[in-house]
């Protein structure tokens, strides 16, 4: 059944001669198409697989796809023997396909798709045979084959040779994934539209199919609750999103055990119509085949089938819905499952890939089964740039490289002096990419600023009159972990004035205590000459201060002392008057 309905599919493809989707999406076979949305790094596309570049044949190791000279890659999409990125210049571009179905026959080149009105596409998602895009402007947009409502644009049966606009009743869309015949739109505020072929519930909009379709989107649950979605993505006949919480839930066919621990399939179609949660902690999913992955605490889980490997963990068990471990020699930053292989972005740069490699899906040069992962044999790069983003689609996977991703560190010195009543500088200096933002915490004096540039320094500036030593904490931060932290000092100096009274008196016989005060900085050193009454004493407090305290002996009398203070910004000197009282009678 399942397969006559992609026969008449796929006719019906054909048939759309005017689009360019007609010209490559001619295949039988399902496929998975992992989440878009979040636009990698500009940089060069790799693919390998069965027809992942174009050309005819399988590609055994990853090598470049050729993109119009000067274009870039911003995100990548792998479909049913179709795939796709979105290039600098805002088009889609579009190659691959069974039987040489892009123009001249099997040709190596991609082909570009405008959105309406111009407007620049953001990313991509490629399901059997159909396209979504999203648009810079929030929205998304659909052309191919709408057999079960997969375009969303309330037409069911009615084809789009061009871009049409999806009937979603919000405009700030983020990130959108197509499975075969369904898709998903996330929005800003975190809820998640879906809508297409619900044959084995994959849309997840209830507690059942339905194998009519969802010609329109739908607003999904998750847990009870609508809202609270960071990602989302989909495989052929199964879904995935996960929470900002890090859980992770999925819905759709169940044969394999791919829904994960519970799910209780409704029927005897195997399914799960609902939303279910597999498992906690997650930072990123990846939906397949028949499997599913999570990135955990740097840790790829798998589940479902291992007919071929797909698991990664070399259990040799037909199946497992309990998510564990793949087997990766170092930690993962990126993942994406297709539809019997699987695969990560390591830590240390490269890639890995495990599963079914009959068409070179691995990418290791040979097409022998790989149970556990393997490093794929990826070209040299340019300097200074990594695998940023990795996606998989039935017997392909695409990469997209850009700058190394390097963890921050600030370079310039912990310490600023400025001068009192004259306006100054300082530079802060950071490393790492992509370029850091930065930020201090603190309180700087008044007239003295932090004023990022945007471009890895940051400028401390301005003039004030406050002396003293202000400790504040700089922060740089660029998405890649860990954050750079450093403990600076903004030291303002000052000359030094004495600006206490010059004349104190004290009461023969009685203490008494008077305090010299002083401003600038650093604190100056204070000092005496001349004699001061019996029984009274001069402290320098070395605070910038000093005490004149004591019991006065001997007889009333005025003394004329000479004060300093000392520092390395200057010398200020007072007399003070001293008047020694007699203590009154009585």
Same mark, same amino acid.
């Given at each position: 059944?399942?397969?006559?309905?992609?026969?008449?599919?796929?006719?019906?493809?054909?048939?759309?001669?005017?689009?360019?989707?007609?010209?490559?999406?001619?295949?039988?076979?399902?496929?998975?198409?992992?989440?878009?949305?979040?636009?990698?790094?500009?940089?060069?596309?790799?693919?390998? *697989?069965?027809?992942?570049?174009?050309?005819?044949?399988?590609?055994?190791?990853?090598?470049?796809?050729?993109?119009?000279?000067?274009?870039?890659?911003?995100?990548?999409?792998?479909?049913?023997?179709?795939?796709?990125?979105?290039?600098?210049?805002?088009?889609?571009?579009?190659w691959g396909g069974a039987s040489g179905g892009v123009p001249g026959g099997g040709p190596t080149y991609p082909v570009s798709v405008s959105l309406p009105g111009?407007?620049?596409?953001?990313?991509?998602?490629?399901?059997?045979?159909?396209?979504?895009?999203?648009?810079?402007?929030?929205?998304?947009?659909?052309?191919?084959?709408?057999?079960?409502?997969?375009?969303?644009?309330?037409?069911?049966?009615?084809?789009?040779? =061009?871009?049409?606009?999806?009937?979603?009743?919000?405009?700030?869309?983020?990130?959108?994934?197509?499975?075969?015949?369904?898709?998903?739109?996330?929005? @800003?505020?975190?809820?998640?539209?879906?809508?297409?072929?619900?044959?084995?519930?994959?849309?997840?909009?209830?507690?059942?199919?339905?194998?009519? *379709?969802?010609?329109?989107?739908?607003?999904?649950?998750?847990?009870? @609750?609508?809202?609270?979605?960071?990602?989302?993505?989909?495989?052929?006949?199964?879904?995935? @999103?996960?929470?900002?919480?890090?859980?992770?839930?999925?819905?759709?066919?169940?044969?394999?055990?791919?829904? *994960?621990?519970?799910?209780?399939?409704?029927?005897?179609?195997?399914?799960?119509?609902?939303?279910?949660?597999?498992?906690?902690?997650?930072?990123?999913?990846?939906?397949?085949?028949?499997?599913?992955?999570?990135?955990?605490?740097?840790?790829?889980?798998?589940?479902?089938?291992?007919?071929?490997?797909?698991l990664g963990r070399g259990i040799g068990a037909p199946a497992s819905a309990t998510p564990g471990p793949v087997s990766l020699p170092v930690a993962a930053t990126?993942?994406?499952?297709?539809?019997?292989?699987?695969?990560?972005?390591?830590?240390?740069?490269?890639?890995?890939?495990?599963?079914?490699?009959?068409?070179?899906?691995?990418?290791?040069?040979?097409?022998?089964? +790989?149970?556990?992962?393997?490093?794929?044999?990826?070209?040299?790069?340019?300097?200074?740039?990594?695998?940023?983003?990795?996606?998989?689609? +039935?017997?392909?996977?695409?990469?997209?490289?850009?700058?190394? +991703?390097?963890?921050?560190?600030?370079?310039?010195?912990?310490?600023?002096?400025?001068?009192?009543?004259?306006?100054?500088?300082?530079?802060?200096?950071?490393?790492?990419?992509?370029?850091?933002?930065?930020?201090?915490?603190?309180?700087?004096?008044?007239?003295?600023?932090?004023?990022?540039?945007?471009?890895?320094?940051?400028?401390?500036?301005?003039?004030?009159?406050?002396?003293?030593?202000?400790?504040?904490?700089?922060?740089?931060?660029?998405?890649?972990?860990?954050?750079?932290?450093?403990?600076?000092?903004?030291?303002?100096?000052?000359?030094? =004035?004495?600006?206490?009274?010059?004349?104190?008196?004290?009461?023969?016989?009685?203490?008494?205590?008077?305090?010299?005060?002083?401003?600038?900085?650093?604190?100056?050193?204070?000092?005496? =000459?001349?004699?001061?009454?019996?029984?009274?004493?001069?402290?320098?407090?070395?605070?910038?201060?000093?005490?004149?305290?004591?019991?006065?002996?001997?007889?009333?009398?005025?003394?004329?002392?000479?004060?300093?203070?000392?520092?390395?910004?200057?010398?200020?000197?007072?007399?003070? =008057?001293?008047?020694?009282?007699?203590?009154? +009678?009585?």
């Amino acid at each position: 059944m399942i397969e006559h309905a992609m026969k008449a599919r796929l006719m019906r493809t054909a048939r759309l001669l005017g689009s360019a989707l007609a010209l490559v999406t001619f295949s039988l076979a399902t496929t998975t198409a992992t989440s878009a949305g979040a636009a990698a790094s500009s940089g060069p596309v790799y693919g390998w *697989g069965g027809g992942a570049t174009g050309a005819s044949g399988n590609v055994l190791t990853p090598i470049k796809v050729s993109l119009p000279a000067g274009i870039t890659a911003t995100d990548i999409a792998a479909g049913s023997d179709l795939s796709a990125a979105v290039g600098s210049d805002g088009l889609v571009y579009l190659w691959g396909g069974a039987s040489g179905g892009v123009p001249g026959g099997g040709p190596t080149y991609p082909v570009s798709v405008s959105l309406p009105g111009g407007v620049p596409a953001t990313a991509v998602a490629a399901g059997l045979s159909f396209v979504l895009a999203l648009g810079e402007d929030g929205n998304v947009y659909s052309w191919g084959v709408d057999g079960v409502g997969e375009l969303g644009t309330g037409s069911p049966n009615t084809d789009e040779s =061009t871009p049409t606009k999806v009937l979603l009743p919000t405009g700030n869309v983020t990130s959108i994934a197509a499975g075969d015949d369904q898709g998903f739109a996330l929005t @800003a505020t975190g809820d998640v539209y879906g809508w297409g072929g619900d044959y084995y519930g994959q849309v997840g909009d209830s507690a059942t199919h339905q194998p009519g *379709g969802i010609n329109t989107p739908t607003l999904l649950e998750f847990g009870g @609750a609508q809202g609270g979605i960071s990602a989302i993505s989909a495989g052929p006949n199964m879904s995935m @999103a996960l929470t900002s919480a890090g859980d992770v839930y999925a819905w759709g066919f169940d044969g394999n055990d791919q829904i *994960g621990p519970n799910c209780s399939p409704a029927d005897a179609f195997d399914y799960c119509s609902a939303p279910t949660e597999v498992t906690g902690g997650a930072s990123a999913i990846a939906a397949g085949g028949n499997d599913g992955l999570a990135l955990i605490g740097g840790e790829v889980y798998s589940w479902g089938v291992d007919t071929e490997g797909e698991l990664g963990r070399g259990i040799g068990a037909p199946a497992s819905a309990t998510p564990g471990p793949v087997s990766l020699p170092v930690a993962a930053t990126g993942i994406a499952e297709g539809d019997t292989h699987g695969a990560a972005i390591g830590s240390d740069g490269n890639v890995y890939s495990w599963g079914a490699n009959g068409e070179g899906e691995v990418g290791d040069g040979t097409q022998a089964e +790989r149970d556990l992962p393997v490093e794929t044999n990826l070209p040299s790069l340019a300097a200074g740039t990594v695998p940023d983003k990795i996606v998989a689609g +039935r017997y392909q996977s695409l990469l997209v490289t850009g700058p190394a +991703r390097i963890a921050p560190q600030i370079t310039s010195g912990a310490r600023m002096t400025l001068a009192a009543k004259k306006m100054g500088a300082f530079t802060v200096v950071t490393t790492g990419a992509p370029t850091s933002e930065i930020s201090e915490v603190g309180k700087l004096p008044n007239g003295v600023g932090f004023f990022d540039q945007h471009t890895g320094i940051a400028i401390i500036s301005g003039e004030t009159t406050a002396t003293g030593s202000f400790p504040i904490t700089i922060v740089a931060a660029n998405g890649v972990a860990p954050d750079a932290s450093q403990h600076f000092t903004l030291t303002v100096v000052g000359v030094p =004035t004495i600006t206490s009274p010059a004349s104190t008196k004290l009461v023969l016989g009685s203490y008494g205590k008077f305090k010299v005060t002083t401003s600038g900085f650093p604190f100056p050193r204070l000092s005496e =000459t001349k004699t001061l009454p019996p029984g009274v004493k001069f402290v320098d407090n070395k605070n910038g201060t000093a005490s004149i305290a004591g019991t006065p002996r001997g007889r009333a009398k005025r003394y004329v002392i000479d004060i300093t203070a000392k520092s390395s910004q200057g010398t200020a000197k007072q007399v003070l =008057t001293l008047i020694v009282r007699a203590k009154p +009678r009585g």
